[in-house]
């Protein structure tokens, strides 16, 4: 399989799902800016969205979207214990994490992303992420991750995205269970060496 990845971007939560589960994914760089793979390919003619994630599959087919594509590979092993079982309430559950994410935290990080955006409108979407991240620390409480005491996909994804708040001006600092989280998550040996591994990728 091969997973189109951009360093630092949301593609991080899927590197880390598979990494996780002892998964052999073969890694491709896209540079979000020219929208061109290292190789000179236009990454359009991939993926005409040009956005990442994107698996592509031994046979071709491709899966976008960090939700799906997370619960695609952790399937791959589910002994992994990284998604429950298909049809499940605790699957519906990750789902609905997994949804919560994308929709309330990860889009209302995305004009802080963008230079464009009116300063006033930023400091609007900071707001807005604020009482979002006071809810999702208050659904943490005292728990080690989202799900209870056994790390899952919604917590990759979660982690990838509060890993944005210091360089776009989201201080985690008032929110400690987070600071606590992040720490945790981040001393994971697959969280580790997946971030590791865009870091020596992203000049």
């Given at each position: 399989m091969?997973?189109?990845?951009?360093?630092?971007?949301?593609?991080?939560?899927?590197?880390?799902?598979?990494?996780?589960?002892?998964?052999?994914?073969?890694?491709?760089?896209?540079?979000?800016?020219?929208?061109?793979?290292?190789?000179?390919?236009?990454?359009?003619?991939?993926?005409?969205?040009?956005?990442?994630?994107?698996?592509?599959?031994?046979?071709?087919?491709?899966?976008?979207?960090?939700?799906a594509?997370v619960?695609?590979?952790?399937?791959?092993?589910?002994?992994?214990?990284l998604?429950?079982?298909?049809?499940?309430?605790?699957?519906?559950?990750?789902?609905?994490?997994?949804?919560?994410?994308?929709?309330?935290?990860?889009?209302g990080?995305?004009?802080?992303?963008?230079?464009?955006?009116?300063?006033?409108?930023?400091?609007?979407?900071?707001?807005?992420?604020?009482?979002?991240?006071?809810?999702?620390?208050?659904?943490?409480?005292?728990?080690?991750?989202?799900?209870?005491?056994?790390?899952?996909?919604?917590?990759?994804?979660?982690?990838?995205?509060?890993?944005?708040?210091?360089?776009?001006?989201?201080?985690l600092?008032?929110?400690?269970?987070?600071?606590?989280?992040?720490?945790?998550?981040?001393?994971?040996?697959?969280?580790?060496?997946?971030?590791?591994?865009?870091?020596?990728?992203?000049?």
């Amino acid at each position: 399989m091969k997973l189109y990845y951009a360093p630092g971007a949301c593609s991080l939560s899927p590197h880390i799902v598979s990494r996780e589960a002892g998964l052999e994914l073969e890694l491709i760089r896209v540079d979000l800016k020219s929208h061109k793979l290292t190789d000179g390919t236009d990454y359009y003619t991939i993926n005409p969205h040009g956005y990442v994630p994107l698996l592509v599959l031994d046979d071709g087919t491709q899966l976008a979207e960090g939700p799906a594509i997370v619960q695609y590979l952790a399937d791959q092993k589910p002994e992994s214990g990284l998604a429950p079982p298909a049809g499940t309430l605790p699957r519906y559950q990750l789902q609905s994490l997994l949804n919560s994410i994308s929709t309330e935290i990860h889009k209302g990080f995305s004009p802080l992303f963008n230079p464009a955006v009116p300063d006033d409108y930023k400091r609007m979407a900071r707001d807005k992420l604020a009482q979002r991240l006071t809810v999702m620390e208050q659904r943490l409480g005292h728990q080690a991750f989202l799900t209870g005491d056994r790390f899952s996909a919604a917590d990759a994804y979660f982690y990838t995205v509060l890993s944005w708040g210091p360089k776009l001006g989201v201080d985690l600092a008032r929110w400690p269970r987070l600071v606590s989280y992040v720490e945790r998550v981040d001393a994971r040996p697959a969280v580790r060496a997946a971030r590791e591994f865009e870091a020596s990728r992203a000049a």
